[in-house]
């Protein structure tokens, strides 16, 4: 009850404070309807609605006015603006719109037994855009928040950029990341890789137990199993994955908020080469990396290439990435092996006589092609399937 008074009050509080702030405007925006002309008339009343919904809603100053009311903490921080505003996410809460003047509006968030968080949201030319400034209560559970986030995702986060928003903002370009979650295969590893999986999986529980930080580059030719092998190792874990491009604009302060609060067990960033070899800006990545590494040691991070020739090599330098992992392509023994365990996999018949005349066409094809291939010999004829391997190996050729 106490507390119900409490609110009326500081709400008439802020009444009065706006009545006293814009009854002047209100009054000189009247039209005198014996003096002024038509169009004056016009714009005076338009202006006369624009300032009374000022005048009930609050203007510039009306967001501050509005929480004034309450005790809350500010914080600015982009990427979690976005992050709470991506689709998955917003769904799941309770959103309440309240207008504050005639393009603003606050975005009230209550979460369940959380507290509340409130966002600010303008409308340029009909596009709504948010503020990087939000609005908590000093209770507010930001751990118990990630977890619902985390379990929305299924534990995995792809950030990526949308080159659209690609803005300058007068030192440097800046993107807004764009959240999704991403599908891990189930598909195993077979051959020499295996070993080396449980290898480096071993190493790597022991390390994340000893609390010694680990950055890994995973480098070689299209299809050997970066992604798949990366993937396998983040297991069940929290996986952050990022488009090596976001790493251009999204800002370290950004990164490290993100880090802070979703505190991630696995940091993948796929295909650096592809942005890194053309761009040569590698300043915000390495930055980051070395964030990553010395701030948040409990994260591994895990950075795939196709090939490292054209890369600077500050990014790969030890204490940015710790152990450099190569993937070269699958040798005749693991093509077999491939071949093999993707055939009863996925009950396909394919004699020992067959498995050979395709080891023997297959020498420089990686693993990616052994399972379609494997596919292709319930479909097709060996001959056929020889002739696909065969274009396959061109287009290869043609590309280097
Ligand atoms: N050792 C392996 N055993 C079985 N399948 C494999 C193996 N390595 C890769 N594959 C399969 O090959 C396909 C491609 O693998 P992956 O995406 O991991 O390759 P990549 O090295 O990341 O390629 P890219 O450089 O093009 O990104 C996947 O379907 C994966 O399951
Ligand atoms: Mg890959």
Not at 50 to 69: A, H, M, P, V
Not at 324 to 339: M, S
């Amino acid at each position: 009850m106490n507390f119900d008074k409490k609110i009326i009050l500081s709400r008439a509080r802020n009444y009065i404070q706006r009545i006293s702030k814009l009854s002047g405007e209100i009054i000189g925006n009247i039209p005198n309807l014996l003096h002024d002309n038509l169009p004056t008339q016009i714009i005076k009343g338009i202006s006369l609605i624009n300032t009374s919904q000022e005048f009930i809603y609050g203007k510039r100053g009306g967001i501050d006015d509005y929480l004034s009311q309450f005790k809350l903490e500010k914080e600015s921080n982009q990427s979690f603006v976005l992050l709470i505003f991506s689709n998955l996410v917003i769904e799941s809460l309770q959103v309440k719109r309240i207008p504050i003047g005639s393009n603003t509006y606050l975005i009230k968030i209550d979460v369940c037994g959380n507290g509340t968080l409130y966002f600010t949201e303008h409308k340029y030319d009909q596009r709504p855009e948010k503020d990087d400034e939000f609005y908590y209560s000093p209770d507010f559970d930001f751990k118990s928040l990630m977890a619902q986030i985390w379990n929305l995702y299924s534990g995995r986060i792809y950030v990526t950029l949308n080159s659209k928003d690609v803005q300058w903002n007068g030192g440097s370009w800046v993107g807004k990341p764009n959240f999704n979650t991403f599908h891990i295969s189930n598909d195993p590893i077979y051959g020499s890789a295996l070993d080396l999986f449980d290898k480096i999986n071993e190493k790597n529980i022991r390390c994340r137990a000893d609390g010694v930080s680990r950055s890994y580059l995973f480098f070689g030719p299209p299809g050997t199993g970066k992604s798949s092998f990366a993937q396998k190792l983040g297991g069940d874990k929290k996986i952050i994955k990022f488009d090596a491009k976001s790493f251009e604009s999204i800002s370290v302060e950004s990164i490290k908020f993100l880090f802070s609060v979703l505190s991630p067990e696995f940091v993948i960033i796929d295909d650096i080469d592809k942005v890194f070899a053309a761009s040569g800006e590698v300043a915000t990545l390495l930055c980051i990396l070395e964030t990553i590494k010395l701030d948040f040691p409990q994260s591994t991070i895990i950075v795939t290439a196709n090939s490292v020739d054209e890369l600077d090599p500050a990014i790969f330098r030890a204490g940015r990435l710790d152990e450099p992992i190569k993937f070269a392509i699958q040798n005749a023994e693991d093509r077999r092996e491939i071949l093999t365990c993707y055939g009863k996999k996925l009950d396909i018949k394919i004699s020992d006589e067959q498995i050979e005349k395709i080891i023997s066409a297959t020498e420089g094809l990686s693993a990616a092609y052994m399972k379609e291939i494997i596919i292709q010999m319930k479909y097709s004829s060996m001959e056929e399937v020889l002739n696909i391997i065969k274009t396959m190996k061109s287009l290869l050729k043609k590309k280097k």
